[in-house]
């Protein structure tokens, strides 16, 4: 008879495959203190050891070892507050990995901090760029540095500084409930700005960030709508990242791949912060004190290896909770088959219990996408 132990088991690697995946905190401080920020501990100054990046790559070699290279995202704080020396230290342990094609470092900056020596750094270990910019001057008004002084013009100095270094760059924007009024502005603002590709974040309830307006269902499918409109006229100049996701899940049913998409588990996301702790589902439960979840901690990897935290990862508390508002999101919602569930940490944030199935995040980032492009299909077909 199976146990209790074996059916979460079976039930985890029904939803979920070995990650492809580790997000990283080199920091937790970060230069700038953003309105919508969710990061608890962004002013204080923990910054991963030498020893603690060692072990980290000999716990991730395991999951380094066929298929595509495993994605080290350096995620903070602001990784590159740690300076170029700090973080080529960091980087060391993985380089014969690098070398090798096992792994691939990617970095979520907020471009303040690029100089001449972090593009030549950059460029020696090959790593993947990720700018956070909210658009134009007025929709960035959120980001701000320590003393409250807008960021803009410091972001765009150092986006240019990659232009310049032929340093290939992609962006995230937040978007408040404020700017969803006006996307093509935004879409054309990261157009300009020469990025391989943007992805479009609605601002959550997460974290420490508890009190401000997230956009509506509506206004977010408004904001699809349009953004649709402007991708189909000026396609070949900007890909956002959740229309390519829509058009490769529409690409794969019209060819009759259905099972192809189906196919695709879920990443468990292991996130290791500076001080070697792990978190699991998303990276925005790390640094969460509920001692009902025991502060969302899955283990240490000072304490054992990656791939052993893993293996347990079906008997925390959370993750069977999360896997119960799987089951239940597939079973009553009619948009799963492309949403594939609600994020870990929005279900927490939101609702307060990781079992629950459908949030703000599920409506404004997948739902309001799918029902746009419906709408706007009927539309064209009706005039």
Known sequence: MRTD???????????????????????????????????????????????VAR?????????????????????????LAVGPKTFTTLLSPFE????????RHYVQT???????????????????VGVSIDGPAAANAGR????????FDRILRGINRLRERCVPFSVISVVGAENTATPEELLE????????????????????????????????????????IWTRHHGGRLKVRELERLSEYLRLIRAGQHAEWDRRRLDPIPTVSAAGDVVLLSPELGDTPDPAYGGFLAGSILEQPLTEILRGAHRLHYVQEFLTG???????????????????????FENGSLATTATNYCRVSRQALVTALSVLAAEEDAA
């Open 55 to 79: 072990t980290l790559a000999e716990s991730v070699a395991p999951l380094a070892s066929g298929g595509p290279p495993l994605g080290i995202v350096w995620h903070g704080g602001e990784p």
């Open 144 to 151: 701000v540095d320590l003393r409250g002084r807008p960021a």
């Open 189 to 228: 603002f990261l157009a300009g700005l020469g990025c391989e590709s943007a992805g479009v974040n609605f601002e959550e309830i997460e974290g420490v960030n508890a009190e401000r307006r997230s956009p509506t269902p509506q206004q977010a499918e408004e904001f699809w709508r349009r953004t649709l």
């Open 326 to 348: 799987l089951d239940r999101c597939r079973s009553g919602c009619e948009f799963f088959d492309f949403c594939r569930g609600a994020q870990a940490a929005n279900r927490y």
């Open 5 to 51: 132990t074996s059916v979460w088991r079976s039930r985890y690697n029904q939803w979920f495959a070995a990650p492809q995946t580790v997000v990283v905190q080199p920091t937790t401080w970060c230069n700038l203190d953003c309105a919508y920020c969710y990061l608890p501990f962004r002013k204080l100054h923990r910054t991963m050891t030498p020893e």
């Open 110 to 128: 907020n471009a303040t901090l690029v100089t001449d020596t972090w593009c030549d750094l950059i460029s020696a270990h090959d790593i993947r």
């Open 96 to 103: 014969d990995m690098r070398r090798a094609g096992r792994v």
